[in-house]
């Protein structure tokens, strides 16, 4: 979200118009950013770091929330709606360790309780293996314990309702819908990548524009 990448290109607060804002028929913007930011700099110490993975600063959840704030106020004033999404689990990942730990619990709670938001949607408390929160659950986790199974599905199911009482509740299946909790119910979109919505409410795994 907040470092330019020779890999991974612009950083989203730069990209954030031209992968969302200027495309056509969406009411509602989902943001989930932040855990590359906040895990980069983990993976740096290890034996053998990613190039990919430059730069990589210890970056505080201060910065990290200035940056959902310049992405939820750019989505406001294009009318939009716009949905914080909390960080996924990732403990067992490359991208974890103590400053990982403390700054995505800080960003996580910001997102659910800061109001900044229209809504928010808690895929942490819906993606948390049982028996270890801080990890994915074992049953959609990729072999990197970092992102959710290949095909990209997520076995949950999204209940739209107000943005404090918003809860995710599981459901055994391979693909689920994700509404936006407490807003619209236009396409949802995820800056850079695109959630396509089917006539009977379900969601594509998301695909990079």
Known sequence: MLNDSAWFGERATVRFEHDVLDQKGISTVVILQGVDDIGFSEAAKGPHPPV?????????????????RTLIQAAHSKGLQ???????????SDHWGPHAARVSNEV???????GESD??????RALAASSAPDCLDPSCASADALRPDDDGRIPCHGERSGQDT???????TALCTV?????????????????TEHSDGMHSPPVRE
């Open 179 to 195: 509404p936006a909790v407490g807003a619209g119910t236009g396409p949802l979109v995820r800056a850079p990548l695109r959630w």
């Open 52 to 68: 990919a993975y430059k730069p990589a600063p210890a970056v505080s959840s201060r910065r990290l929330t200035a940056g959902y």
């Open 108 to 114: 996580t709670d910001w997102i659910r309780h800061s």
């Open 119 to 124: 809504a928010h949607v808690d895929f942490d």
């Open 82 to 92: 716009a949905v914080g999404a909390t960080l996924l689990p990732f403990k067992g």
């Open 166 to 172: 918003g809860t995710l509740k599981r459901r055994p």
